[in-house]
């Protein structure tokens, strides 16, 4: 396929040489001329080379600090050349405007060198396979292109060499500027890690957390010490209580009853004086004064006891009478009831206080996790404040370091020598001048290709109109006669190629366009045909007057009808009297059987009769209509020869009664504007187009090399148009 396509091309431009060939070669014979004079008359030029090294800052590769400034690497990587940066750079207005200042140069005028003009003179170009950069500058003068190759390296290396110091230190400059924000960021980052400890109590949260799991068992183990101890005590208090019949209070209470001296003389007097009343009462009745004065005494040392016992008891208890006095053992048991419940009160304290403390350590625990959390988001914090300001800091002195080295990335190993011999030479001044004229003839045969709007080849006809191909017909290549004034300035019957000549590949052509003609009606029946073209000078007459005489060799009977009432050409190439035909047929002025004329075996022509005014009126007729219809009920096949497209309307309205419209084009006559316009009419107006017939080329070796020579059609006069229809 890609084959195919080069072939097309090529034979593409190699038509087109063929047809502007000779403008070119004048064009470049002429410029070739030109040029090679005011080459030769020139003055020689001189051109002077020096060479840069690029390459990392020796300085900072040996110190390590500094070793990106100046670094050569593309900003878009595998798109850019870091070296061809530095040319531009070099190429620059202000290293160009340095160097022009610092030599004074001047131009012919003797006036200063402008930028423009130097940067003509001057070349830069890559070392190919390594980094080094060639400069180059030409000058009439050899001495002078020497100096401007070595001024404007240096200066360029002053530059690259300021460049980079100054990004240095405008880097420290920014470094400077930012540190104490730095700081200050550090700084608070540490007073929040500071107010976070203080307020949460924080040493160190990971030992805090395993003592807290610590402490919290140990404390688990004294708790559960403490509940045995105080169930222990609980039962000893229990079985003394049993055995005493009362409680712990009431055992105290006792305890110090027992153990008062008032209360205890008191009770043995009150003891001493019951049992004298007792025996009293043996001897005297009860109402005896000596018994009503020992109740009396009686009643006043129990009062007095009442008192002395509520004293010591804090409440009176004159149950206690007969208990007041307890034995040692009840004693020893008492006291050892009030030491159970001394014991009881403190392990309950204890434990209360156990438990307390449990709590608080596994409250602090639950919340360990979440102050570890912040702990380590501030320590993160301040950990990154602390990089980042270590890290200014570093710059900080890399950056004064650097910006007191030599950071500069370039240097010169080759200074421009003053140049002993010329570049021009009389071959390549030729070679410029064969160039500029090869430049100059290409532009002039595409100018005139691209001003030249004509269909040229059959392929562009293809193309452009897209219809299909049913037919190329040779150009008759006979020499053609023009007379001026003369009506006759063509031999119309040298026309009849097929009658004539039936065995040239002219006659061939036609039949094979029958033949095509015969394949398209082979499901659809084509009777009635109108043959006509974009604009005049085409050959649809002939085509269609050689396509009737091929049809009518079929033995079928066929009707060739003169439809072009502008301009008729059909009696001048059969030779007939054009005094009637169609138009008078249709107005009524002539009968078919007298108008219409056989010349030759099943072939009729019909002329166009005499030229109407309102062509486009009488071939829209009714009358037109059925005219056809009564053709084609008598005639196997009919052809009419309609206008030209550009001409009226007539070919459309032809086109509505007939079963097809064929277009026939001819290459150098109609050119791509007409053709489309033909086609676009052709697909408003609903013509059921049968196809295209390329009419008139020259063929050459190859099927597709179709060429017309222009030349070959003469313009003609306004009188003499109908001569070549």
Known sequence: METQESVVIFDKYWQLLKRRGLSGLGIFVSVFLISSLALSLRKPSYEAEGKLSFQNNTISSLTG??????????????????????????????????????????????????????????????VKGSDVLQVSYKDKNPKTSAEVVNTLMQVYLDQNIFFHRAEVTSARKFIEKQLPTAELVVRKAEAKLREFKEKNEIVVLPEEATKAVEIITELQNKISASQSRIADVNAQSQAIRNRLNMNSQQAVTMTSLSQSAGVQD?????????????????????????????????????????????????????????????????????????????????????????????????????????????????????????????????????????????????RIISAAQVPEEPISSATV?????????????????????????????????????????????????????????DEESELYSERLVVRDTPRSPISEAYRMLRANLRFMSADKELKIMVVTSSVPREGKSTVAANLAIAIAQMECKVLLVDGDLHRPVQHRIWNLPNSEGLSNIIVGQA???????????????????????????????????????????????????????????????????????????????????????????????????????????????????????????????????????
């Open 65 to 126: 600090v500094g070793t990106e400034v100046g670094k050569l690497q593309p900003l878009v990587h595998d798109k850019s050349n870091p070296l061809n940066t530095e040319a531009e750079i070099i190429r620059s207005a202000p290293v160009v405007e340095k160097t022009i200042n610092q030599l004074n140069l001047k131009n012919n005028k003797g006036e200063r060198l402008k930028s423009k003009e130097f940067l003509k003179r001057l070349a830069t170009k890559e």
């Open 266 to 410: 008191i009770l043995k007097e009150v003891q001493q004086l019951e049992s004298q009343i007792a025996s009293r009462k043996t001897v005297f009745q009860n109402n005896h004064p000596d018994i009503i004065a020992l109740e009396s005494k009686l009643a006043a040392l129990r009062g007095i006891l009442k008192k002395r016992i509520t004293e010591v008891a804090g409440t009176p208890k004159s149950k206690f009478n007969g208990n007041l006095q307890i034995g040692g053992l009840q004693e020893t048991l008492s006291a050892k009831l009030v030491e159970l419940e001394s014991t009881h009160l403190g392990l309950v304290s204890e434990l209360s206080v156990l438990s307390k403390l449990q709590t608080n350590y596994r409250q602090r625990l639950k919340v360990l996790p979440r102050l570890e959390q912040q702990q380590r988001e501030l320590e993160r914090q301040l950990q990154a404040s602390q990089s980042t300001y270590a890290l200014l800091l570093q710059k900080l002195q890399e950056s004064r370091i650097v910006e007191n080295q030599n950071v500069g990335n370039a």
């Open 429 to 485: 001044s030729y070679l410029s001048a064969g160039l500029i004229a090869g430049l100059a003839a290409l532009a002039t045969m595409y100018i005139l290709e691209a001003r030249d709007k004509s269909i040229k080849t059959v392929d562009e006809a293809k193309e452009l109109l897209g219809l299909t191909l049913l037919g190329v017909i040779p150009n008759f290549n006979k020499s053609q006669k023009f007379t001026d004034g």
């Open 591 to 725: 009968e078919v059987r007298t108008s219409v004329k056989t010349v030759m075996d099943n072939l009729d022509v019909l002329p166009s009769g005499v030229v109407p005014p309102s062509p486009a009126s009488l071939l829209d007729s009714k009358r037109m209509a059925a005219l056809i219809q009564s053709f084609a009920a008598n005639y196997d096949f009919i052809i009419i020869d309609a206008p030209s497209l550009n001409v009226g309307a007539d070919a459309a309205t032809l086109g509505q009664m007939a079963d097809g419209v064929l277009l026939v084009v001819r290459p150098g006559v109609v050119d791509s504007v007409d053709a489309a316009a033909a086609r676009e009419f052709l697909e408003k107006s609903g013509q059921n187009v049968l196809g295209q017939v390329v009419n008139a080329v020259i063929p050459k070796n190859t099927n597709h090399s179709y060429y017309y020579i222009k030349e070959e059609y003469h313009p003609l006069k306004q009188a003499d148009l109908s001569v070549q229809r």
